[in-house]
């Protein structure tokens, strides 16, 4: 009985190690993407003077980046 609750408890403590390491590749992601690529990207869009269509398709690149950090936070639950 022992051996069996060891072996339970040693699979469940990587279970757990699993969700932490998850967690914070989230918390990494979300803050990479937020605090780094959206402005970046916003800098450069503005930055290269675009003009009609272009620049309208080009401006929704910062609101996919904020969908896909949305995506990878809801693929948490």
Same mark, same amino acid.
């Given at each position: ?16 190690? #699993?969700?932490? #390491?998850?967690?914070? *590749? @989230?918390?990494?992601? &979300?803050? $990479?993407? @937020? =605090?780094? =690529? !959206?402005? @970046? &990207? ?5 930055? *290269?003077?675009? &003009?009609?269509?272009? #620049?309208?398709?080009?401006?929704? !690149?910062?609101?996919? $980046?904020?969908?896909?950090? $949305?995506? $990878? *936070?809801? #693929?948490?639950?």
């Amino acid at each position: 009985m022992s051996g069996e609750f060891g072996t339970m408890m040693k699979q469940n403590k990587k279970g757990q190690n #699993s969700m932490g #390491s998850g967690v914070m *590749a @989230v918390i990494f992601g &979300t803050i $990479l993407i @937020v =605090a780094v =690529a !959206i402005p @970046v &990207t916003q800098s450069a869009i503005d930055a *290269a003077n675009l &003009t009609g269509i272009t #620049s309208t398709i080009v401006g929704f !690149i910062p609101v996919f $980046l904020g969908l896909g950090g $949305l995506a $990878l *936070a809801a #693929s948490m639950v």
